[in-house]
């Protein structure tokens, strides 16, 4: 936001700046934390707000300038001076002193028989900085999880598997040199023969889900659609559509998407109890957006905020600058929706398939 309409973050005091407005928006009065901070800012910006002026005159001058924060603060505290909202809060960056900071603008009705509005504002800086650090470590402990996977998918498949598969071909040699008559014998080989190759198939299967040859070499839409066959075979129905997605991506964007439809139908196999599930992939407005939906047992979203596979798709998303919402009702199943932003891959307009 304009320094123009809120104080640069970093003064003096510890404090929060506050600023009590009437139900116009004038400023009653104001403390000291407000008014340090400006000091070494212009002269303009240090007189605008005092007692008297009307403080939503300021925001919508600096709104007409074009800030976004500075309308969305002249709406939000307009609604609570005339008591049309009991809360307003707003996040806004300050970089006038040349170190980017931000701060919280907390905004509450004034107890007052004629209405206003308390104007709270917090230095939270520090805790920006801290999510950003943070993220940045999910980051790299994300990227070094993908790159443990790939090596162990490749280990899968190229060592364990070839020798499952070697040692597949020394059973079915056994078998063939059983005598006559030894039946007992025989049908113990060829017990022995499928379990083998059952071993075989889940190792196959295991570094594939590891690291997908399928989404590095063909893409996500064939990778996904992969997954929900190899899951319908093997577990629960899962009906896959797709429309417009871009026939390119960015590897980290189709990673997270593809990664968020294992985690998800992985949980529907595991907890909802479901016997089918929907896959929706979608290109529109310059974004894909993921949708996976059962009608399962469902769950209370808040009671399982913390859950580990929520919380890994949540800061996949994240991390490619997407969002990610989880609807889910006891009784009445599970939507699981993610918005991921496209960059460099036009949509391609009225392709769609049918369901896998």
Not at 9 to 30: H, Q
Request: with cysteine; proline share 4%.
């Amino acid at each position: 936001m304009s320094s123009c309409v809120l104080p640069a973050i970093g003064g003096v005091s510890a404090l929060p700046g506050v600023l009590i407005l009437d139900r116009r928006g004038a400023v009653i009065t104001m403390n000291e934390p407000w008014t340090c901070p400006w000091r070494g800012q212009d002269s303009w910006a240090r007189e605008v707000v005092a007692p008297g002026v009307n403080f939503l005159d300021v925001c919508a001058a600096a709104a007409w300038v074009g800030p976004e924060d500075a309308t969305a603060a002249l709406e939000g505290i307009a609604l609570v001076c005339n008591g049309q909202t009991p809360h307003f809060t707003l996040e806004y960056r300050s970089d006038v002193t040349g170190d980017e900071r931000w701060g919280l603008m907390t905004v509450t009705p004034l107890r007052h028989e004629n209405g206003g509005a308390v104007v709270a504002l917090t230095d939270i800086t520090e805790r920006k900085r801290a999510e950003t650090a943070m993220r940045g470590l999910s980051g790299r402990l994300i990227e070094a999880q993908e790159q443990e996977r790939a090596r162990i998918g490749r280990e899968l498949h190229d060592n364990v598997s070839q020798r499952l598969a070697l040692l597949s071909i020394e059973i079915d040699k056994l078998w063939e040199a059983l005598p006559d008559g030894a039946d007992e014998m025989a049908a113990k080989v060829v017990r022995l023969r499928s379990a083998s190759r059952d071993v075989a198939r889940e190792v196959h299967d295991l570094s594939h889900r590891l690291h997908s040859i399928k989404l590095e070499a063909l893409g996500l839409v064939t990778a996904v659609r992969g997954h929900c066959r190899e899951v319908s075979q093997h577990c629960i129905q899962v009906q896959f559509r797709e429309a417009n997605v871009p026939n390119t991506l960015a590897d980290d964007a189709a990673l997270c998407l593809f990664r968020i439809v294992q985690e998800a139908l992985a949980n529907v196999v595991k907890h909802s109890g479901a016997a089918e599930a929907r896959v929706m992939l979608s290109g529109r407005d310059g974004e894909i957006v993921l949708r996976v939906e059962d009608g399962g047992c469902g769950f209370e979203p808040d009671m399982c905020r913390d859950g580990i596979g929520l919380m890994s798709m949540r800061e996949r998303v994240h991390l490619v600058g997407g969002e990610i919402t989880v609807r889910s009702t006891p009784n009445q199943g599970t939507v699981i929706e993610a918005r991921v932003p496209v960059q460099g891959s036009p949509i391609q307009a009225g392709r769609s398939l049918p369901a896998a």
